[in-house]
């Protein structure tokens, strides 16, 4: 079954549709570069489109109707949009899910030491690395420090252009040769992944101290003090801004595209909802997907759910029951990002059910690893269903697994709100390099994801 490339199908009209979307994707992902962030700017975006915190509407107890644009912003880390349809609640709603949080090295707790000259800050990894991907880049530092007054100190160092960045080094290859014989995942171990953040000492009580520096640096630039560091989420993602990628300009290279393409993708659907749809339309983006969906922020926490129940009770239509049904009821697609076929490792995939880069918005009836083990496997029917509403929508689409039977696997959020007994399915952007520092997208796919998106949470 022969997929075209979504580029043959696009006149000059369509391909400037793809790069206004890809261009404001970029923006986002700029200004998004940790699950906090990327909340923050859902929320500006959103309001701008006139949608209002639901929380505003529970205090007050003002009556949701059809048409109310709400959304939900759960501890400043997950978002949820809704837009109120016509039909009861009960009866089920479309739901787009993503994530917005991504691989990335986080900053322990107690992090500043000095060592041979400089000081670093101590790290723990978050999510699924090649560690030896993040040294000998640019590093920036993003995340809050929550004083004990109830202050939130911003942190943001290393994006703008006369902005120091950070560094975690490497060994010259010159000394390498034992380094050179390791497994790859032993190259550059967890421990050894510290960021360098000074490197000039300064003199204290007479004695010489490059910890000392750093510390006088925060308390008189940031009102830091080492103490703060306890109860401080700080991480540390790749330096600089998202860019466009080939000759043609057809791609992205851009931190985080898992999921943030996704997510980004889910947002201008839910922002181009005209009128009141017949449905209620909601969009999710949950933290904490890629260490297991788990904590108060992760998908497994029941805020969708407690969310659901707030607004159909100021619908005053809310029962129990009626909730139970109403999650019951709905359809989902549970967007994620899927492997791309990377030539350079084609012996990972199997080609007649990889994902390539420009075919559209691309479907995995099922995830998991070794014989589908902890996936979703959406239903036949349920399959049909979404693609002929693809169809219906003019949708570049394609179906994939996660690379060769055996070889690997993953999972999304699609199993947890499955758990319902809503009909779920995976459906993402392909990606090059998943995980990387920089990772890789075709423009196309984020346009066809966007339409797709809009086609399902109106038309499902
Ligand atoms: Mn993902
Ligand atoms: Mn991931």
Not at 48 to 73: F, P, R
Not at 131 to 137: E, L, M, T
Not at 253 to 277: K, N, S, T, W
Request: one cysteine or more; aromatic letters at 8%; charged letters at 25%.
């Amino acid at each position: 079954m022969e997929r075209k490339n979504a580029w043959l199908s696009y006149n000059e009209c369509d391909k400037a549709a793809v790069e206004a979307v890809a261009k404001r994707y970029c923006a986002f992902l700029d200004a998004g570069k940790t699950e906090r962030e990327c909340a923050s700017e859902a929320i500006r975006l959103a309001e701008e489109k006139g949608y209002t915190d639901l929380n505003c509407k529970i205090v007050s107890g003002e009556k949701i109707v059809a048409g109310d644009k709400l959304y939900v912003n759960w501890m400043g880390k997950a978002v949820m949009l809704f837009v109120i349809g016509k039909n009861p609640i009960e009866k089920g709603i479309n739901i787009l899910g993503a994530h917005i949080d991504s691989p990335r090295i986080d900053i322990k707790q107690n992090p500043l030491y000095e060592e041979g000259g400089f000081a670093y800050l101590d790290t723990h990894y978050y999510g699924g690395i090649k560690k030896y991907q993040w040294v000998a880049i640019p590093l920036a530092m993003h995340g809050v420090v929550a004083k004990r007054d109830g202050a939130i100190i911003n942190v943001n160092i290393g994006e703008k252009e006369d902005d120091p960045v950070f560094c975690i080094s490497d060994l010259l290859i010159h000394l390498s040769a034992e380094q050179m014989g390791k497994k790859a995942a032993e190259v550059i171990t967890g421990e050894q992944l510290d960021i360098m953040i000074a490197g000039a000492p300064i003199m204290d009580e007479e004695k010489e101290t490059i910890k000392g520096s750093v510390l006088k640096m925060l308390k008189e630039q940031y009102g830091i003090e080492e103490e703060d560091f306890l109860s401080a989420e700080i991480e540390v993602v790749p330096a600089g801004k998202a860019r466009d990628m080939g000759l043609d300009r057809s791609m992205i290279l851009g931190y985080g595209h898992d999921d943030r393409v996704c997510a980004y993708a889910q947002l201008e659907a839910m922002f181009d909802i005209e009128g009141v749809p017949e449905k209620t339309c909601c969009c999710i983006l949950a933290d904490k997907e890629e260490i297991g969906s788990v904590g108060a922020t992760g998908m497994q926490a029941r805020y969708f759910e407690n969310a659901m129940a707030e607004i159909m009770n100021l619908t005053g239509d809310y029962s129990e029951l009626k909730l139970r049904r109403a999650l019951q009821n709905s359809r989902m697609l549970s967007c994620d990002v899927s492997a791309g076929f990377d030539p350079a490792f084609a012996s990972a995939f199997e080609k007649k059910n990889a994902a390539f880069l420009g075919n559209g918005v691309c479907f995995n009836k099922f995830t998991g690893s070794r014989g589908k083990s902890g996936s979703n496997d959406a239903n036949a029917e349920y399959l049909a269903r979404v693609f002929k509403v693809m169809d219906d929508g003019n949708v570049s689409f394609q179906t994939a697994e996660l690379g060769k039977v055996d070889v690997g696997g993953g999972g999304t959020i699609a199993y947890i709100c499955a758990l319902y007994g809503m009909e779920v399915v995976d459906s993402g952007v392909a990606v090059l390099n998943m995980h990387a520092p920089w990772e890789i997208i075709d423009k196309a796919d984020l346009y066809e994801a966007y339409k797709g998106y809009k086609a399902f949470v109106l038309n499902a």
